[in-house]
């Protein structure tokens, strides 16, 4: 379902520059197809049974280095995305193996790289933080904290000047969104009128720390106040929601109207990385989201409400999806690990 064309009409919003979503002369945003729902809900569950593996491949051993697991967020990127065009490209955070999946990249290739293997996509020498696609346009997965919202800015300046009419989406986190060159690159965007979308995942803690006690102000909507760039605050939880908005954000920056920002309410049900037990958190509170709030179920239930699959296809769709995460799972610890030639490949050299 990746860089699919755009279905969905968007959800109006006020005339503001930073706003919620708007209620008031608003119509009622088209409804997606069966197909679509569906879709979302492969998607989503691929992503999810994806990360849990993922989780299982570390705890053996078998995943070295960092290891960031996208659990719980998995409607932002997939909403997103259902939205973009082949043309458009993406970057993000360390926490990126979602964005690789619903970019349309191989599990195999994804899981091996995080193995550290041949079959990866970066060799397996960029690990879980750094692998690239450029074939579907990802352009990572980074390390340092906000550096992505600097290339992603590079990434709309080259679409403006090669005139393709696409769209840079570059995600990073409410704790990301206080680094300096954040404001820049808004600042860069906002005179320049780069197509840029930018999304904050705000899944409330930057690493341990809450939202709210590492910003002064946490509606990260306004943010591009100050260089007049439109945002939305959005429902991160519901699939459906994040589609509408992306319509409305992604149509903004490719009509030639500049940057974009997308507050993404969401959150993660497993620690910053794997070596992060959570305990800045109560177990009470991450049973209570994904009760409420979880992405996958939410959408399930929809599914089965409004009659677009029945138990059956669902329950095959779930058959379909383990199956090929077992098997990426299984190239993953089959590929061979990179020659020691590979430590001279791929370097920049003067």
Not at 72 to 97: F, K, N
Not at 136 to 164: P, R
Not at 213 to 235: L, Y
Not at 309 to 336: C, G, M, N, Y
């Amino acid at each position: 379902m990746a860089r699919q064309a755009k279905t969905g009409a968007s959800k109006p919003t006020s005339a503001a520059t930073s706003s919620k979503v708007g209620k008031s002369n608003a119509r009622a945003p088209k409804s997606p197809s069966a197909d679509q729902l569906i879709a979302y809900y492969r998607e989503m569950l691929q992503i999810r049974r994806f990360e849990e593996k993922a989780g299982q491949l570390y705890g053996m051993g078998l995943i070295g280095g960092f290891c960031h697991l996208y659990i719980g967020q998995e409607a932002v990127v997939v909403g997103l995305m259902a939205a973009a065009e082949a043309q458009d490209t993406l970057v993000t955070s360390y926490r990126d193996h979602g964005h690789m999946l619903a970019a349309g990249m191989d599990p195999k290739g994804v899981m091996a790289e995080l193995t550290g293997r041949e079959g990866g996509y970066s060799k397996g020498k960029g690990g879980s933080m750094h692998m690239f696609s450029r074939e579907k346009n990802f352009f990572g997965g980074h390390g340092i904290v906000g550096a992505q919202v600097s290339i992603g800015t590079g990434l709309a300046f080259a679409h403006k000047y090669k005139g393709d009419k696409g769209v840079c989406q570059a995600y990073f986190g409410d704790g990301a969104a206080n680094q300096g060159q954040v404001y820049e690159s808004f600042n860069m965007a906002a005179l320049w009128s780069l197509p840029v979308v930018y999304v904050i995942e705000n899944n409330r803690y930057g690493m341990g720390t809450a939202v709210d006690r590492a910003s002064a102000m946490t509606e990260f909507h306004r943010r591009g106040d100050a260089h007049g760039i439109p945002g939305m605050q959005v429902n991160g939880m519901d699939v459906v929601e994040v589609r509408e908005a992306a319509d409305k954000a992604i149509g903004h920056c490719r009509s030639g109207k500049g940057p974009f920002i997308l507050d993404m309410e969401t959150y993660r049900y497993r620690g910053h990385s794997m070596s992060d037990p959570a305990r800045y958190r109560s177990k009470e509170e991450v049973s209570k989201v994904r009760k409420e709030s979880d992405p996958i179920d939410t959408l399930r239930a929809r599914i089965l409400k409004e009659k677009a699959a029945d138990e059956t296809l669902l329950k095959e769709i779930d058959r379909e999806v383990k199956a090929a995460i077992t098997e990426a799972a299984e190239f993953a610890q089959t590929s061979p690990e990179p020659d020691a030639s590979e430590l001279y490949t791929d370097v920049l050299s003067a």
